[in-house]
């Protein structure tokens, strides 16, 4: 089984619309993080989380909310979606600050 | 503004040659370095991390590193088809990725 999953896999919504991606981990880490990834940009972090009590924000955290509902788990919010919203979106977890991050397989989220 | 530079690519290189991937970075006190490999549609795989100056060598790959001059490369010895991916330089302390370099090996 993969160490982090993210669902959905793929979804299509329409502008205004509530979305909720969520992610789960087995690696047993406490920092989790969310990035989005648009073409030619790279990775740029939404949100992070050092454990349940612990989220801040990342570079583009506008338009997004986050969830630690439980050492495994890291949902990610979008209000009310725009077009600009969609991207590839990853979700990724590690031991500490400066370690390895393992990333989930993305969601890919187009709005309409 | 911290921020981490790649040459977006894209760059080619014949099999069996050696690819030499650049990244710099602006924070002088970042610690640790990693390279990852993206395929598309995939997600990001880690290749090798650094965290001291010189250089650090896994089988085909060498990471190299230079604190004074703030940049990481990543050499890719007898490169394959394989190998053709984009290619992911991240600062971890600071949780940012470059833009990436997209490497193709042609046969």
């Known amino acids: 089984d993969a160490d982090v999953t993210q669902t959905p896999r793929n979804r299509i919504t329409k502008t205004g619309k509530r979305i909720m991606l969520e992610c789960s981990q087995t690696?047993?880490?406490?920092?989790m993080y969310w990035y989005r990834q648009d073409p030619g940009l790279g990775l740029r972090l939404i949100y992070y989380s050092f454990d349940v009590k612990d989220i801040n924000k990342g570079e583009i955290s506008d338009g997004y909310s986050v969830s630690r509902q439980a050492q495994a788990k890291f949902s990610l919010s979008l209000e009310s979606a725009i077009p600009n919203q969609t991207a590839l979106y990853f979700c990724?977890?590690?031991?500490?600050?400066?370690?390895?991050?393992?990333f989930g397989p993305g969601t890919r989220l187009t709005v309409l | 503004q911290k921020e981490v530079e790649q040459n977006s690519g894209p760059l080619s290189v014949p099999e069996g040659a050696i690819a030499s991937l650049n990244c710099t970075y602006s924070?002088?006190?970042?610690?640790?370095f990693f390279w990852y490999r993206q395929y598309s549609g995939k997600s990001p795989e880690l290749i090798m991390f650094?965290?001291?100056?010189g250089d650090k060598e896994d089988g085909r790959f060498t990471a190299q590193l230079n604190k004074a001059s703030q940049y990481v490369s990543l050499l890719i010895r007898d490169s394959q088809p394989s190998d053709s991916a984009t290619y992911l330089c991240a600062v971890m302390g600071d949780m940012r990725f470059g833009a990436g370099t997209r490497l193709t090996v042609k046969p």
């Open positions: 650094i965290y001291s100056n």
């Open positions: 924070d002088r006190g970042s610690q640790s």
């Open positions: 990724a977890t590690s031991a500490s600050f400066y370690n390895e991050q393992f």
């Open positions: 690696k047993g880490h406490d920092r």
